[in-house]
């Protein structure tokens, strides 16, 4: 994971670098419009692609046992404010759940992990025009698990609610990511990104600006 985000760093910076020098002679010049600057807010929403739940999910469908599996999100919603033109300073909420269920001689039991994540940010970005917006990402997430299972039996059903249960508990760590955002309009632009986040190694999403 260190080595992905270490590699998508490095190569942000080189194809901005590059970039900003083609185009403006060897240093960007602010006054062509950027991408993000001091006063700049975005509202982001972002889907996880790849969930810190899916090889477990694997192990999960490859017993004979198992009814099915399956995870949503993590789903995210962020908000950032430009502090100068470069930097920036947000908070960002997570949720995301997994479910899976196996029956075993006549008794049924259907599982679910549900985790919210709370993630503050500090962000510096590397703004190449008004369209391309090159960022990293670095703060603390704190995350807030709950966990419950059903056992349905031909005598009835039994449920157990847990929060913060020792499979899945409360954890303060470290966040960290790299993405560009590119800017269909003034307001309206997608990103994806890569590195340690909130329960997904990467993030795809839309972000509005205003």
Known sequence: MKKLFTILLLSIV???TTYAGGRYG????????????????????SYGIYSIYSP???YVNSLSLTDGASNIGPLGLTFEHGITDNFGAGAMLNYSTYRYSYTFFGTTVKTAFNTTYLTGFGSYHISVNDKI???????????????????????????TNTLGSSFNPTVLT??????????VNEQFGLFAQAGYGASSAASVGATIKF
């Open 14 to 16: 080189s194809i901005t």
């Open 26 to 45: 060897g240093g960007y010049r602010r006054g062509g419009g950027a991408a993000f600057e001091q006063g700049t807010n975005l509202v982001s929403l």
């Open 56 to 58: 477990y999910g694997t």
């Open 133 to 159: 917006d090159p960022y990293v990402q670095a703060g603390a997430t704190f995350g807030r698990s709950g966990y419950s299972q059903k056992v349905i039996t031909a005598q009835g059903t039994t449920s």
């Open 174 to 183: 470290f966040y960290g990511v790299a993405g560009c955002r590119f800017y």
